[in-house]
């Protein structure tokens, strides 16, 4: 390099220096009391709660209106982009495709630095190369990899500060959630159970990458639970396991939440392995479908609850478990609220696990009752008939939102939708597909497109009998639906709410949606041109509140006309 090029080079980099704006340190303080700042979005979900609930409220249902595009950053990768920004006194971090760490001025887009992770080649994923987002302790984030790995990186340099393998990548494990910081430890989950893998919760030291615990959600033998995977019949067919735990599934791929007064972190759980083919492993299949409690010093379970008990439609219980104090029966309650892409809404004792409500969001014919511990009756179709919801179920893993200003809880939902499903004998091979499925949307106007899964293209060609979507308000406490606001597609965005009662969210069709979360009507919207598959947030710089949210390779950010 010449004297002049590496006079050049070093000019840049102070320039850069200079305009990185101040950033205190993001102790665990800071993470408990994440809502007393609401200028920053420190957490996955907003905060330890969840709720993706902002205090912020610049912007209103009168001034909706006037929201304007500020900026955009681009993203090199095509795919889905799933990622939720942090943002940290005027620092956006991110990632995106395949495990990048980006570095952006919040209130310019400028970009102050890029972290990329060398991928193992022979990484195994099953959708795709998503990253869901990053953890923040101190001056360190955290991101999990596809291929199984949980990297520290400081936040002024984006340099690698430890890189600690998480599990086995050849086998199909996977890291894809944002990680969530716990005290002084990091906590993820491992995606794979399309491939057979054996799903666990584990923590890490923050400062070392040291396993602290790690929590199976597949029990083995003589563990609490493994008698729900139950010894063959002597009837039973021949493709039955009498060891089907072994290859359980049960991954963990989206991000929990945690209560600080109990000191428990809750975790959704995917579903069984193989996901389709129930014969194949009898019993109930703990801890699949189902939430988990656990002490966040130790990874001990305290209370679980099964959604969906030898689940054979692939409900994975990923959702986001979502944290509120409501009024129950006119008592105060540590509740737990839940959307379940098996089609029901739940509210749960979040202190004991103990089931309080069930009740369909969409339509539902797997099951018909609960008992009164909340275990579903099923009703299983016989074959070759449809099953509502359909295998993507009524919502997914893209996060709700409880507003405790209007006591509704939010979620995007795949309506009318069903599928024709149909299990078949699959053999265990490590690192290939152990769906064990053969299945097929219904629809119900012959010769008509089918609805499309999780990735479309830009024209929507199939009709409305197949499936439409929309948002729901539902009383969190009840899950009686309050209003829906229609979407020309189903839709795969997450929803931001905020203390002045506007709600964001997006959809597969491109357009960015402000709707006024008391009424369900439409303040503003505006077309990105492609789907949103993530969860705005929002976040205030100088006094200036903004909204983010990505469309196909695009991050936009909005703000007030000026």
């Known amino acids: 390099m010449t004297r002049r090029a590496t006079a050049a080079a070093l000019a840049l980099l102070l320039a850069a220096a200079a305009s990185y704006r101040v950033q205190a340190q993001v102790t665990y303080d800071r993470l408990l009391n994440a809502a007393k700042e609401p200028r920053n979005w420190l957490i996955y979900s907003g905060g330890y709660f969840s709720n993706r609930y902002s205090g912020l409220t610049k912007i209103t249902p009168a001034n909706a209106k006037d929201l304007e595009l500020k900026w955009m950053y681009q993203a ?28 952006l001025d919040a209130k310019t887009g400028r970009v102050f630095w890029i972290y990329r992770h060398q991928l193992d080649p022979t990484q195994i994923v099953c959708c795709g190369s998503n990253n869901r987002g990053l953890a923040i302790l101190g001056d360190t984030l955290y991101m999990g990899t596809l291929d199984a790995h949980l990297i520290a990186i400081d936040t002024r340099s984006g340099r690698p500060v430890w890189n600690t393998r998480v599990a086995d990548n050849k086998a199909g494990y996977s890291v894809t959630l944002a990680p969530l910081v716990v005290k002084d430890k990091v906590i993820v989950g491992v995606g794979g159970g399309e491939y057979g893998i054996r799903g666990f919760v584990a923590a890490f030291d923050a400062r070392t990458g040291r396993e602290a615990w790690r929590f199976y959600t597949i029990p083995g033998p003589n563990e609490p639970g493994a008698e729900t995977w139950q010894p063959c019949p002597p009837d039973a067919k021949p493709f039955c396991d009498s060891e089907a735990w072994k290859h359980g599934g049960g991954s963990v791929w989206v991000t929990g939440s945690y209560d600080p007064s109990l000191n428990l972190t809750y975790w959704g759980v995917g579903n069984a392995g193989p996901d389709w083919n129930a014969d194949q492993r009898p019993g109930d299949n703990l801890y699949t479908d189902s939430v988990v409690a ?6 001990r379970l305290k209370w679980h609850y099964q959604f969906t008990p030898h689940d054979r439609y692939d ?56 008992d009164e511990r909340g275990r579903p009756h099923q009703t299983v179709q016989p074959e070759g008939q449809p099953t509502w919801p359909g295998n993507q179920g009524g919502t997914n893993w893209y996060s709700p939102s409880f507003s ?15 599928t024709i499903f149909g299990g078949t004998p699959v053999e265990y091979q490590e690192g290939r597909n152990f769906g064990g499925g053969q299945n097929r949307p219904l629809v119900p106007v012959p010769g008509a ?58 959809g597969r069709e491109g357009y960015f ?15 990105l041109g492609a789907q949103i598959v993530n969860g705005p947030i929002t976040y205030e710089v100088d006094g200036r509140q903004y909204v983010a949210a990505i469309s196909g390779l695009s991050l936009g950010v909005f703000g007030l006309r000026e």
């Not at 095509?78 to 760490?101: E, F, K």
């Not at 979620?411 to 009318?416: L, Q």
Request: hydrophobic share 40%; charged share 20%.
């Open 404 to 418: 405790p200003h209007t006591g509704l809880f939010y979620i995007s939902a795949w309506e009318n939708y069903a």
């Open 294 to 299: 656990l002490d966040a010093d130790t990874g």
């Open 315 to 370: 409900y994975d219980s990923v959702q986001v478990p979502v944290l509120a104090d409501i009024t129950w029966r006119g008592a105060p309650l540590k509740a737990m609220a839940w959307a379940n892409r098996n089609g029901n809404f739940y509210v749960l004792d979040r202190e004991t696990g103990k089931f309080l409500v069930g009740k369909p969001f969409v339509k539902v014919n797997w099951m018909d009752t609960f």
């Open 513 to 527: 949606h402000a709707i006024d979360a008391r009424t369900g009507s439409l303040l503003w919207k505006t077309n």
């Open 449 to 506: 497109p089918s609805l499309p899964g999780l990735r479309r293209g830009p024209i929507n060609n199939w009709t409305e009998a197949a499936a439409s979507g929309g948002v729901l308000a539902l009383d969190a406490a009840t899950g009686e639906r309050k209003w829906r606001y229609p979407m020309t597609d189903v839709t795969d965005s997450g929803i931001l709410t905020t203390a002045s009662d506007v709600l964001f969210t997006g």
């Open 76 to 103: 090199a990768v095509a795919g889905g982009w799933q990622t939720t920004p942090l943002v940290v006194d005027g620092i956006m971090y991110l990632t995106q495709r395949p495990n990048d760490v980006v570095a």
